[in-house]
C-alpha cells in the first residue's frame, strides 16, 4: 500500500468520534494510559 493511501486512512475520523473522544477525556481526565482503559470500561 501506498504512503498516500495510508495517509489519508488515518485522518478519516468522523466529528462524532472526535466528540466522544473528547468527552471521555473532559469527564475522566486521565493522566495514564490505565486510566484511559478504566475510562473505556
Known amino acids: 500500500m501506498s504512503n498516500a493511501l495510508m495517509a489519508s486512512r488515518k485522518n478519516k475520523r468522523s466529528e462524532a468520534s ?18 484511559v482503559q ?4
Open 38 to 41: 478504566d475510562a473505556m470500561h
Open 18 to 35: 472526535k466528540a466522544i473522544a473528547q468527552a471521555v477525556i473532559d469527564h475522566y481526565q486521565p493522566t495514564c494510559t490505565e486510566d
